[in-house]
């Protein structure tokens, strides 16, 4: 079992940045890759950006390819997703999520293991 708390969310405005943070616990955390997704009002949930368990893969949705950066610190247990140039369509619940091994995936329902989510809203 993986435990997951997402924080760093919060209201900004276009053009501004945030650092969302993503702590695990409960299992060795460099076993696992991790990924990010996001769930606006009314529509399914996306993939943002994955991390290879090592962090020497990263692989990222072309709508935040150059703004978004993800990066993780395995002695902290913790994975990183920085957010720059931020944009109104990018207000959503932000979710990290962990499944085991080193492959990177796109499809959420191969992640084993979900944070409670993190609000982000960006206002024009």
């Known amino acids: 079992q993986v435990q997951l708390v997402e924080s760093g969310g919060g209201l900004v405005q276009a053009g501004d940045s945030l650092r969302l943070s993503c702590i695990g616990s409960?299992?060795?955390?460099?076993?696992?890759?991790m990924g990010w997704f996001r769930q606006a009002p009314g529509k399914e949930r996306d993939f943002i950006a994955a991390?290879?368990?090592?962090?020497?893969?990263?692989y990222y949705a072309d709508s935040v390819k150059r703004r978004f950066t993800v990066s993780r610190d395995n002695v902290k247990n913790t994975v990183y997703l920085q957010m720059n140039s931020l944009k109104p369509e990018d207000t959503a619940v932000y979710y990290c999520?962990?499944?085991?091994?080193?492959?990177?995936?796109?499809?959420?329902?191969?992640?084993?293991?979900w944070g409670q989510g993190t609000q982000v809203t960006v206002s024009s």
């Open positions: 999520a962990a499944v085991a091994g080193n492959n990177v995936y796109i499809t959420d329902a191969l992640y084993a293991y």
């Open positions: 409960g299992r060795t955390f460099s076993n696992y890759a």
């Open positions: 991390i290879s368990r090592t962090g020497s893969t990263t």
